[in-house]
């Protein structure tokens, strides 16, 4: 098991989960975990019970959860951005694309070279920041 390590984030504090995120790096918009310091890229967004808002790595999200087990709603939107990224990984190896603004559609070939056909919701890729 893993050690829960207290970093710049209170174990004490109380958070809500509010958010969670995709963003580039491309073009230095980089952002810092602020809870750890490293570099982000999948993010969550928290509120502790002052208000204050803070942006955390997936790794920090997960460990304050384990150690806190007081955020509501983070399960839900975890497994949507962790569904959201498999679709993303096949759409991106995809032989044709197309969308019809509700749904997207990826083609690809599976190992006995059959074409197969995936469709993923367009409000969630459009949620988590990804690009068609």
């Given at each position: 098991?893993?050690?829960?390590?207290?970093?710049?984030?209170?174990?004490?504090?109380?958070?809500?989960?509010?958010?969670?995120?995709?963003q580039g790096i491309e073009g230095g918009n980089a952002c810092a975990c602020d809870n750890c310091?490293?570099v982000i890229v999948n993010m969550a967004g928290i509120?502790?019970?002052?208000?204050?808002?803070?942006?955390?790595?997936?790794?920090?999200?997960?460990?304050?959860?384990?150690?806190?087990?007081?955020?509501?709603?983070?399960?839900?939107?975890?497994?949507?951005?962790?569904?959201?990224?498999?679709?993303?990984?096949?759409?991106?190896?995809?032989?044709?694309?197309?969308?019809?603004?509700?749904?997207?559609?990826?083609?690809?070939?599976?190992?006995?070279?059959?074409?197969?056909?995936?469709?993923?919701?367009?409000?969630?890729?459009?949620?988590?920041?990804?690009?068609?």
């Amino acid at each position: 098991m893993k050690a829960i390590i207290e970093r710049q984030l209170p174990l004490s504090d109380t958070y809500k989960f509010l958010w969670i995120n995709r963003q580039g790096i491309e073009g230095g918009n980089a952002c810092a975990c602020d809870n750890c310091g490293k570099v982000i890229v999948n993010m969550a967004g928290i509120q502790n019970q002052k208000g204050e808002c803070f942006t955390v790595g997936l790794d920090c999200l997960k460990m304050l959860t384990k150690a806190l087990r007081n955020f509501t709603d983070y399960d839900d939107a975890v497994y949507d951005f962790n569904q959201t990224v498999r679709f993303m990984t096949l759409y991106n190896k995809a032989e044709s694309t197309q969308s019809d603004g509700t749904f997207v559609y990826a083609t690809t070939r599976n190992k006995k070279g059959q074409s197969v056909a995936t469709m993923y919701f367009k409000h969630l890729i459009d949620k988590f920041g990804f690009q068609l």
